[in-house]
């Protein structure tokens, strides 16, 4: 009786061809989690952006320092137009926030960050006023 298996070069190929696809697959997976990381940022510093322009209306002034993750920005006179600041997506740490000008004389802010997936990796938004 001649009993019918597969050969070792058979699975040897097999488990090469899996291989092959399970690689390609993690490297989609990897793209995909970098842009999804990338677009976050991007709204991220729209959203912080937006807030900043609804402080000056308030204040007549950008807020100077830094914005830190815990903070919530506010004039004395009004609530919080932002209650919590967002931070990176992968990290934790804040984006980088600097004011234009000196004090009292703020004349606008620049709010960056670096993106993982984009041929470009500086992406920052500048005051509008």
């Known amino acids: 009786m001649k009993?019918?298996?597969f050969t070792l070069l058979e699975m040897l190929?097999?488990?090469g061809i899996i291989g092959v696809i399970l690689s390609v697959l993690t490297l989609s997976f990897s793209i995909a989690q970098k842009k999804s990381r990338d677009s976050k940022r991007k709204g991220d510093l729209r959203s912080i952006q937006s807030?900043?322009?609804?402080y000056y209306s308030?204040?007549?002034v950008y807020p100077t320092g830094s914005l830190a993750?815990?903070?919530?920005?506010?004039?004395?006179t009004s609530p919080p137009v932002i209650s919590v600041v967002p931070v990176d997506p992968k990290d934790g740490s804040a984006y980088i926030y600097g004011p234009t000008g000196?004090?009292?004389d703020i004349e606008g802010f620049s709010?960056?960050?670096v993106l993982e997936s984009d041929v470009n990796p500086n992406f920052c938004l500048y005051?509008?006023?």
């Open 3 to 5: 009993k019918k298996s």
């Open 13 to 15: 190929v097999v488990l």
């Open 51 to 54: 807030g900043l322009e609804q």
């Open 58 to 60: 308030s204040c007549y």
């Open 69 to 76: 993750a815990d903070t919530p920005v506010a004039c004395e």
């Open 102 to 104: 000196t004090e009292p």
């Open 111 to 113: 709010i960056c960050t």
């Open 127 to 129: 005051s509008q006023q």
